[in-house]
């Protein structure tokens, strides 16, 4: 079955957010970021991180899973979507073999 990648852009609940998280959403995304190793170690994800945007920082990541339904739940997992938003859009990627 061929691979489908998304881009993920994690939207945070407020633009100041990555300046002035609170103890709590420091550990929920300190949590975060440990869900996308545990998935990158299992092939699905490609790259991650935060985009430290100068009108905002926000989380982008690109993914490649067998389905769409793999994204919502993706998504449902990480703690972060407690707390922040998830937009994601189908990418034609190029990856390097």
């Known amino acids: 079955m061929n691979k489908k990648h998304f ?3 994690l939207l945070p609940c407020r633009p100041t957010f990555a300046q002035d998280m609170t103890p709590e959403e420091r550990s929920i995304m300190q949590q975060h970021s440990a869900y996308w190793r545990g998935l990158m170690d299992k092939g699905m994800v490609i790259v991650f991180g935060p985009v430290m945007d100068p009108r905002g ?3 982008l990541g690109v993914i490649e899973v067998d389905n769409e339904e793999q994204v ?6 990480d703690p972060a979507s407690k707390i922040n938003t998830y937009e994601y859009h189908p990418m034609l990627a190029v990856i390097k073999n």
């Not at 919502?72 to 997992?77: D, G, L, V």
Request: proline share 0%; hydrophobic share 40%.
């Open 7 to 9: 881009a993920l852009k």
């Open 57 to 59: 920082a926000y989380g």
């Open 72 to 77: 919502h739940e993706f998504i449902k997992n």
